[in-house]
Structures are given as C-alpha cells and as structure tokens.
C-alpha cells in the first residue's frame, strides 16, 4: 500500500516556473514507477511524465517535453515535477501517482496509488 500526498501548486504568470512535489508513504517506494498526471475542467486525465524506479528512465508528454523534468529522491521518498516555461494551457490539477510496472509507463490505468491533487493555474 502506498499513500501519495502532492503539494507546490499555485498561481504563476506564463513563462514562470513551480515544483510540484509527491511525498509518498510505505518502505517500498524505491520499487514503484511514479508518474504525474494532469487533469482540466471538462477535460480527461492525461499524462505528463514517469520515472522509472531506479530513476534511469524517464517519459515525457510531447506538449511538455523540455519544460518539465521529473525526478526522485527515494531517500526521502519523494518524486518532483519542475514545470518551467509554464503556459496557460498547463493548467489543470495535478496528480502523482505510483505503479509496479517496470519502466515508465503512460498508460494511466497501470498506476494503482493516486493523490488528491494539486491545482496549477498558469495566467496569461
């Protein structure tokens, strides 16, 4: 069992950054591939980025690649989305999430551990 809480959300002009952060409960989540999602109003999950657990391997969304960059720090049990560049179409509601599948998947019903969720509001 994994419990996820995310945090760092907020409001921030485009073209500025935010960290989103995950903390994640439990001694095996050094073994999980954790992934962040995002969610519009009106709009279905979709994925933004995955890291696998060695932290080797990572995927991103086209829309986002070379603006965010996903990273773990298992020591403390934490995953991180560094969103830079923001534009106002990367608002949405944020979400870790946790799966035992080996590398970093896109494929959102293979994570099993979600969090509540983390607004971003991006002005322009």
């Known amino acids: 069992q994994v419990q996820l809480v995310e945090s760092g959300g907020g409001l921030v002009q485009a073209g500025g950054s935010l960290r989103l952060s995950c903390a994640a409960s439990?001694?095996?989540?050094?073994?999980?591939?954790m992934g962040w999602f995002r969610q519009a109003p009106g709009t279905e999950r979709e994925f933004v980025a995955a890291l696998g657990w060695s932290g080797g391997s990572t995927r991103y969304a086209d829309s986002v690649k070379g603006r965010f960059t996903i990273s773990r720090d298992n020591a403390k049990n934490t995953v991180y989305l560094q969103m830079n560049s923001l534009k106002p179409e990367d608002t949405a509601v944020y979400y870790c999430?946790?799966?035992?599948?080996?590398?970093?998947?896109?494929?959102?019903?293979?994570?099993?551990?979600w969090g509540q969720g983390t607004q971003v509001t991006v002005s322009s």
């Open positions: 999430a946790a799966t035992r599948a080996m590398g970093p998947t896109r494929n959102t019903p293979s994570y099993n551990y």
């Open positions: 439990g001694r095996t989540f050094s073994s999980y591939t």
